[in-house]
């Protein structure tokens, strides 16, 4: 196992495009989360998964954005109508489900949005 | 809720030297988990360490403990022996013990290690 996955790294886009992120989380982990991480904070909660269960959504997640996970293994997420706002890391990460999050998650790599 | 700050933007420390990174942390939860994360440039986010508050003993991994001051909602990072690959951004979290278990994450202290 290769860890947590995310594709792409990097997204250029136009403002007003869609884009579509995709994170393939380590196999065994039922649960999975989005953060968002902008330049000089700290990442902050989007969304939470368990299994294909969208279970937490934050109020940072408008209407513009949507996150599934079929069946319970890979996740993406989408975010319509693009904004010069939406710039920033999306990271994903997961955790076991019989050790749970709080022996820490393991995160991927991360895709940098930049909206031009 | 939960808020965590880090109060430090930046810090440096020489090569072989000892360095602490401060946080404080509110919450209105009797239980809850502490965690320092590692973020290298570029690369992805790490786990360095973790504290059950609960527990009054102060975690310890290899040349990186905490200490854990749980009256004073304090959690501060000392790295002991510093080499440069702990050059990073550098993350306190805390989390609740039950539900989603999300992280509410501090902005940061960015750790320069000097040669």
């Known amino acids: 196992d290769t860890g947590v996955s995310q594709n792409p790294r990097h997204k250029i886009t136009k403002r007003g495009q869609n884009v579509t992120f995709r994170c393939d989380p380590i196999?065994?982990?039922?649960?999975l989360y989005w953060y968002r991480q902008t330049l000089g904070q700290g990442p902050e909660f989007l969304t939470y998964?368990?299994?294909?269960?969208?279970?937490?959504k934050s109020r940072l997640l408008s209407d513009r954005f949507s996150a599934e996970r079929p069946k319970g293994s890979f996740s993406t997420l989408e975010i319509q109508r693009t904004e010069q706002g939406d710039s920033a890391m999306y990271l994903c990460?997961?955790?076991?489900?019989?050790?749970?999050?709080?022996?820490?998650?393991?995160f991927g790599s991360g895709t940098r949005l930049t909206v031009v | 809720a939960q808020t965590v700050t880090q109060s430090q933007p930046e810090m440096s420390v020489q090569e072989a030297e000892t360095v602490t990174l401060s946080c404080t942390y509110d919450t209105s939860e009797n239980n809850y988990y502490l965690f320092w994360y590692k973020q290298p440039p570029s690369r992805q986010m790490i786990l360095v360490i973790r504290q059950e508050a609960y527990k009054q003993q102060n975690a310890t991994e290899n040349r990186f403990s905490v200490n854990f001051q749980k009256a004073a909602k304090s959690f501060s990072l000392k790295i002991s022996d510093s080499q440069l690959g702990d050059t990073a951004m550098y993350f306190c979290a805390s989390t609740t013990t039950s539900g989603t278990y999300k992280y509410i994450f501090g902005t940061g202290t960015r750790l320069k290690v000097l040669a």
């Open positions: 998964f368990q299994n294909e269960a969208q279970l937490e």
């Open positions: 196999s065994e982990h039922n649960r």
């Open positions: 990460a997961s955790s076991p489900r019989d050790r749970g999050a709080n022996y820490g998650y393991t």
